[in-house]
């Protein structure tokens, strides 16, 4: 499951998982309640290569980061995503 981690006013940054879920609902015509931790190409029909380049896509917009090639390939679940966005935005604070 996504570990909620606590920002530096002790909140909960529960958001990053809520807008996560919210792209991959908009990029594969899902309802947000479809989309869960653990919803990947495997569980979501259409998550080919093309969507999976628009999701890294709209990811690096929303939350103004990079990905690496290496990065792209290890985002293999929603889960696995916000885990990595959480990862990029803490390094990207120091």
Do not use: C, Y
């Not at 530096?8 to 931790?37: H, P, Y």
């Not at 569980?43 to 999976?52: A, E, K, N, V």
């Not at 939350?63 to 885990?83: A, D, H, N, R």
């Amino acid at each position: 499951m996504v570990q909620l981690r606590f920002g530096k006013e002790g909140m909960v940054e529960e958001s990053i998982f809520d807008q996560v879920r919210g792209i991959v609902a908009d990029i594969f015509n899902l309802s947000i309640k479809e989309v869960k931790a653990e919803s990947s190409p495997d569980t979501i029909g259409g998550w080919d290569s093309l969507q999976h380049l628009n999701l890294v896509l709209a990811i690096e917009q929303t939350f103004g980061i990079q990905l690496t090639p290496e990065e792209i390939e290890q985002m293999l679940s929603v889960e696995l995503i916000v885990m990595l966005i959480q990862e990029k935005l803490l390094s990207k604070e120091k």
